[in-house]
């Protein structure tokens, strides 16, 4: 067969006999879609050339607002089936036994812009939407199971410490250092994210957590801390520097390709939900805050209550992955949030990040559309094509009356004290990055060393890079040391500054 070039084939569809009829957005038909309304043969642009207008109106308008972090994702769609019965912990829908609950899942790239490569260094996002039969519930994570900061204050000066310069649009290691630098928590993320976990090989072998300790609830009011964590089927592959820019010299795209090609040949990717399930009354019993997103809690038991197939690509990435709205504010009975300070400023940034980004109505959008009837008196603004079929539209009425369900309820939680700003009394910052650290093989760890010396060697301030250099010190003194010598360092200084 003689090769066809891709726009030959395409006009040649285009004009067949069954090819539709061109319209505009109101359905009416376009008389002609080559030549605009003139006065004359050289006259002006006729403003009444409704299909001119609306063209260039739409065109400019094909660009959302980028999202502020995640820009980069893929978007993929499943079902999860619990395995486990756990209503003496929760008495949200999702984990019944002989359930089956649709998911829609996006991964992205947390830092870096909508058209970087996936193989750059960078947590990548695992949100999870379920369409449950109770409303929507967004499991909003990351590929790694903590955070750099624990206060949702200071979220904006991390991300703008992480994102190009104002000045010279470029991303640049002693900017963030010098953030870092006032943030010990910091190192314990830092040190996942500088290892070969900053660089998974693709979306399939990579885990997914939830990050911060959420509520669960029981019929009985019961609340219990619990943690999520994403485990995949498939085993972790991470990429090492080098292998992460031989693939990025050749796909920009290669984690989404990978996804998508897996799903087209039939091959699911699978992910069990485990979780760690910790008493109000244990919560004071550990050398850390559980509450604080920048520790793990390692010495806490998983149990596994579920397991997640993701089975069909989206048909049009705008619609489905671009506009799905993640929101941690997205619970279900049976599930709150904690008392986390960073997931407590989230449960209001997101949703917020939301309706600025796709409006108000972004939730009538299909792709975040619950799969049970939305009933309320949100009304009006862009975008709403939610039906309003009463003259009520208040509470409480004697006209129409729409009830309030009791599970619906938050749990109470005693409170005590006084209003404050304050840190977190237990805050031991080193501690895990350490052991994170021990847990790698000899090869991650010169790894680990040499990805994190690349750019904390480029830090020109020596005051920053060596109180960085004294924090990996008191994570672990071969760390440190190893870490010092790599950047030029003096270790005698380090040692000054953890006394």
């Known amino acids: 067969m003689k090769y066809l070039p891709l726009f030959a084939l395409t006009i040649g569809l ?58 980069r994702g893929t978007g993929v769609h499943g079902e999860f089936v619990p395995i486990a019965d756990i209503s003496h912990l929760t008495r949200a829908a999702v984990f019944e036994p002989g359930s089956k609950t649709p998911v829609f899942v996006r991964f992205s790239t947390v830092i870096h812009s909508k058209g970087s490569p996936e193989t750059l260094r960078d947590p990548r996002g695992f949100a999870t939407k379920f369409y449950t ?4 519930w967004d499991l909003v994570g990351n590929n790694l199971p903590v955070f750099f900061i ?20 470029q991303q640049d290691p002693n900017r963030f250092f010098d953030f870092f630098s006032h943030v010990p928590e ?69 984690a989404t390709r990978d996804m998508y090609a897996a799903i087209e040949k039939g091959e699911y990717p ?44 989206p048909t049009n990435f705008f619609q489905e992955t671009e506009q799905s709205a993640f929101a941690p504010a997205n619970i279900v009975p049976g599930i709150e949030p904690s008392e986390d300070r960073l997931l407590q400023g989230r449960v209001f940034s997101y949703s917020d990040t939301q309706m600025y980004r796709l409006g108000a109505n972004h939730q009538q959008l299909p792709i975040n559309r619950p799969r049970v009837v939305v009933t309320n008196w949100n009304q009006d603004g862009a975008g709403n094509y939610g039906q309003q079929a009463s003259t009520v539209n208040y509470q409480p009425s004697r006209i129409d009356v729409r009830n309030e369900d009791p599970k619906g309820l938050y749990s109470s939680k005693p409170l005590s004290g006084r209003t404050q700003q304050k840190a977190i009394e237990k805050k031991l910052p080193f501690a895990q990055a350490g052991a994170f650290y021990r847990s790698l093989s000899p090869e991650e760890r010169q790894n680990l060393i040499e ?6 060697g480029k830090v020109r301030d020596d005051n920053t890079k060596h109180i960085m250099l004294s924090y990996f010190y008191q994570a672990d003194n071969d760390y440190g040391q190893r870490l010092t010598k790599a950047v030029g360092g003096d270790l005698v200084r380090v040692r000054k500054l953890v006394q």
């Open 14 to 71: 285009i004009g067949g006999a069954n090819a539709e009829t061109l319209t505009r957005d109101n359905g009416a038909p376009v008389g002609d879609n080559q030549n605009s309304q003139t006065a004359g043969e050289n006259g002006g642009n006729l403003l009444q050339d409704v299909h001119l207008i609306q063209k260039l109106q739409r065109f400019a308008r094909e660009r959302i607002p980028e999202r502020v972090v995640h820009a």
């Open 150 to 169: 624990r206060d949702a204050i200071k979220f904006p000066d991390m991300v703008h410490s992480l994102k190009p310069s104002p000045v010279t649009n």
């Open 270 to 313: 699978q992910w069990d939900l485990y979780i760690k399930v910790l008493k109000p009354s244990q919560l004071n019993s550990f050398n850390y805050n559980p509450l604080d997103a920048t520790k793990m809690w390692l010495d806490v038991k998983e149990t596994k209550v579920g397991t997640m197939t993701l089975n069909r690509v």
């Open 451 to 456: 990805n994190l010396a690349g750019d904390l």
């Open 186 to 254: 910091s190192t314990h993320m830092l040190s996942w994210v500088y290892s070969d976990y900053g660089t998974p090989a693709n979306l399939r072998q990579m885990d997914g957590w939830g990050v911060h300790a959420y509520k669960l609830v029981n019929d009985k009011g019961d609340v219990n801390y619990v943690k999520f964590h994403w485990k995949t089927r498939q085993g972790i592959k991470n990429l090492t520097a080098e292998e992460a820019a031989e693939i990025q010299s050749k796909d920009f795209s290669h």
């Open 133 to 136: 039969e109770e409303g929507n």
